[in-house]
């Protein structure tokens, strides 16, 4: 099976890696950077191509992994001209399947549930995928595809695809700012943010142990402690938006435990 | 050292283990609410009392480990007929050292960042213990309480406990409500949380690894992709309090990338 890479940003530079140590036949990289694809190419010993027409017509399976709106705005533009019988997949958690419609024959999406930098290798085997095809044979080779790859393969729908990824935000990037906050508050006064690893390690293992995150919840707006927020709320006079931040993000963590003491 | 315990919440439940474990000599456990006196002290094969009154007055240290406003309103019933050598200590963020003054002629504050539970055990040899005290000597007792129980022992005043605890707050306790959205929002659309597992360990993992977290940021928020962005809000039509957490949430992750441009 040959496979052309569409994209050379972070997700599509950790599946190259992982695709080509279980051994697939990588053959080209196309990034609309020279620079993106020189980088991404050059690691893989692969060529590359800044233009969407010098891309190998003959591949099997063409993998795209761009921005949202280059990947809706050139699906077309992707397929023209390739191989009928080949495979186009994306891999992007809201962009509908539907998007390949009208352009490819065989279609679908894969979808790896993680948070990929260019510089930090990740291993696939635990990284769970999502997949969604537009065909029974095409669903098989895409299950086949990301099981070689991962042990957890799972199906998902565009529209579940869409709420996974909105939640990877609360979970990923939303969580990552509530730390980003963290360590501009100690750096400020010159406290070691290394201070609250145990704090953020025990916060995630509770969760990852079984415990269900509304009922692990602890500290001042939980126990609506109001002399606490409003200390808290002073202290950050000086950043509004955090402020702001700290007061919503309270109210609703307070509305949580009242809707599951209904429940 | 004879020492009492003024409180049997899931700090001082952990940290009576800790001492235990350590050999410190534990004499007698206080809590106004029976229940939760009778269920520590039994664990730890002491006497308990409900009644202040009735709190040993020859102990060589008294910790508190209360809600905060229990401990403002009753510091100076805590010390009143106790030994004067006594040390008085508290575990609060938020609680000033001087909340002894007037009261207790040696005294001071040991502060543990973690987030315990009743139920979890956890290790205190990696958890950060803050030590502030009203003089050389307390200091030195104190310092040496806290190396007994944890390899990581700091000294703050009481405005960078208070920075502590606001930072806690953002680190662990938004953090965990970002995971309870999170997990509310899967399980609404049958979909298994611990699909988010890896996402979420590798969002902690690179931090821990040394990234600094706003460099660290991914996702739809700091590209300022608004395309996703309106999708994900839409997705949240129904539930108009975590929109507006998405919208504000997403707005910082955007105002923190353009400052850390601007540096």
Chains 1, 2 share one sequence.
Not at 38 to 52: D, E, G, K, R, V
Not at 54 to 65: H, P
Not at 111 to 126: A, C, D, N
Request: aromatic share 8%; hydrophobic share 40%.
């Amino acid at each position: 099976m040959k496979i052309v890479l569409i994209g050379a940003g972070n997700l599509a530079t950790q599946l190259a890696f992982a695709l080509q140590e279980q051994g697939y036949d990588l053959r080209q990289v196309f990034s609309r950077t020279e620079q993106s694809a020189a980088l991404l190419a050059n690691q893989l010993h692969l060529p590359y191509t800044t233009s969407l027409e010098e891309v190998e017509a003959d591949a099997d399976l063409y993998i795209a992994s761009l921005k949202d709106d280059a990947l809706m705005s050139r699906a077309a533009e992707i397929v023209r001209g390739k191989n009928r019988d080949a495979l186009f997949i994306h891999t992007a958690g809201s962009v509908p399947m539907s998007v390949w419609e009208g352009h490819a024959t065989h279609y679908g999406v894969i979808y790896p549930m993680q948070t990929f930098s260019k510089q930090r290798r990740v291993s696939f085997r635990e990284i769970p995928m999502f997949v969604e095809a537009n065909g029974e044979t095409e669903r098989q080779q895409l299950l086949e595809l990301a099981r070689s790859l991962s042990t957890k393969v799972y199906e998902a729908s565009t529209e579940q695809r869409r709420q996974l990824h909105l939640t990877a935000v609360f979970v990923c990037n939303f969580v990552n700012h509530m730390y980003a906050i963290g360590e501009h508050l100690l750096s400020a006064h010159d406290l070691p943010f290394e201070s609250m690893y145990p704090l953020m390690k025990e916060t995630l293992e509770k969760v990852l142990s079984g415990m269900n995150p509304s009922a692990a919840q602890t500290g001042p707006a939980v126990r609506y402690d109001e002399g606490v927020m409003s200390k808290h709320e002073a202290l950050l006079a000086d950043h509004p938006e955090w402020q702001q931040l700290y007061q919503m993000i309270s109210k609703s963590i307070h509305h949580d435990k009242l809707r599951s003491e209904q429940n």
